[in-house]
């Protein structure tokens, strides 16, 4: 796995993560497999071809084009050969209709600071700033890299704010606190055995680190993403605003995400299977009911959405 991660996407003007305009800044690579995961794309730690087959009009250049033979034309259709694929992103630059795309790209640390330092007058406008995302930016193999780049956007007058599972050591999470506003913290699945179901691993680490967090002071804006079939139940929130209460959590916010599916096409794209028989969208009025559940517990910031 590498040490200087690869970055998926740089979306700037984003008003989804985090207070005011921001540029989200998504790391590849990730240890946990949340079933409706929409950035399939952002799992693996390495480069890879995303294949977008409904825009391919079979031209061939990329059978042409690829040394590794990893591209062929059968029946008149292109077959893609995974395995074979070195991602080198030599077709992508042939392909005339985009239906290639490679994900992942190397920045420096400065590179990736200066990317972001463009926007800083409309951070300044509008209470906004960065946003590290991902993938899992606080996986260990990156933190020196993260560090890095927290600290210098911290240095230039830029909000931070870290958007994770917290499914870290807790090291990673204490060494870059002085650069950080606000943590955007998943709570996903409270019972310890469907967490290992819907998302492959067990979620007391998660939980331990958010206790330390807050008794560090850390800024926390608490989010849970609610999926029908999977946790938009009562037991659920109200598990959720047990643990919070109890062991003191200051959440500044609690964010109520519903489910949606708009990463389902990427699955095909990278040959991965999604599992959409198993999730569904929440209702709205379903999602009201649960942001009232917060709020009648004391909760006086509880949005629906990002
Ligand atoms: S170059 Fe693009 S459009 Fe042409 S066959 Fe390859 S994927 Fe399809
Ligand atoms: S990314 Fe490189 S190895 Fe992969 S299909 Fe394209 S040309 Fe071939």
Same mark, same amino acid.
Request: aromatic fraction near 10%.
């Given at each position: 796995m590498a040490e200087t991660p690869y970055i998926f996407n740089i979306q700037k003007f984003s008003t989804h993560d985090g207070d005011g305009v921001r540029t989200t800044i998504f790391f590849k690579g990730c240890p946990l497999?949340?079933?409706? =995961?929409?950035?399939?794309?952002?799992?693996?730690?390495?480069?890879?071809? @995303?294949?977008?087959?409904?825009? =391919?009009?079979?031209?061939g250049r990329c059978v042409a084009k690829c040394k590794q033979g990893a591209n062929s034309i059968v029946d008149g259709k292109i077959v893609f050969d995974r395995s074979k694929c070195t991602a080198c992103g030599v077709c992508t630059d042939w392909c005339?209709?985009? $239906?290639?795309?490679?994900?992942?790209?190397?920045?420096? *640390?400065? $590179?990736? *600071?200066?990317e972001a330092m463009k926007d800083k007058i409309f951070y300044e406008?509008?209470?906004?700033?960065?946003?590290?995302?991902?993938?899992?930016?606080?996986?260990?193999?990156?933190?020196?890299? #993260?560090?890095? *780049?927290?600290?210098?956007l911290h240095e230039n007058g830029v909000s931070v704010f870290i958007?994770?599972?917290?499914?870290?050591?807790?090291?990673?999470?204490?060494? @870059?606190?002085?650069? #950080?506003?606000?943590?955007?913290?998943?709570i996903k699945v409270m019972d310890p055995e469907d967490h290992k179901k819907y998302i492959g691993v067990?979620?007391?680490l998660i939980l331990e680190n958010l206790k330390k967090l807050s008794d560090e002071g850390a800024g926390l804006y608490i989010r849970l993403p609610i999926?029908?079939? #999977?946790? $938009?139940?009562?037991?659920?929130?109200?598990? *959720?605003?047990?643990?919070l209460k109890e062991n003191n959590i200051h959440a500044r916010q609690v964010n109520l995400l519903p489910y949606h599916d708009i990463g389902k096409g990427k699955y095909a794209?990278?040959?991965?299977?999604?599992?959409?028989?198993?999730?569904? #969208?929440p209702v709205s009025e379903l999602m009201e009911h649960f942001k009232s559940m917060f709020e009648e517990q004391g909760f006086n910031k509880v949005n629906i959405g990002g």
């Open positions: 497999r949340c079933m409706w =995961c929409h950035n399939p794309e952002s799992q693996h730690y390495y480069k890879e071809l @995303i294949f977008h087959h409904h825009k =391919c009009t079979a031209c005339i209709t985009e $239906a290639r795309e490679l994900a992942g790209k190397e920045y420096t *640390v400065d $590179a990736l *600071v200066k406008q509008s209470g906004g700033g960065v946003t590290l995302s991902g993938g899992e930016v606080m996986a260990s193999q990156h933190m020196d890299y #993260v560090e890095e *780049v927290c600290r210098k958007d994770t599972s917290g499914y870290t050591d807790y090291e990673n999470l204490k060494r @870059i606190l002085p650069y #950080v506003d606000v943590f955007l913290y998943d067990d979620n007391s999926i029908q079939q #999977v946790n $938009a139940t009562d037991e659920h929130i109200e598990s *959720v605003i047990h643990f794209s990278l040959d991965m299977e999604y599992h959409d028989d198993e999730m569904s #969208v």
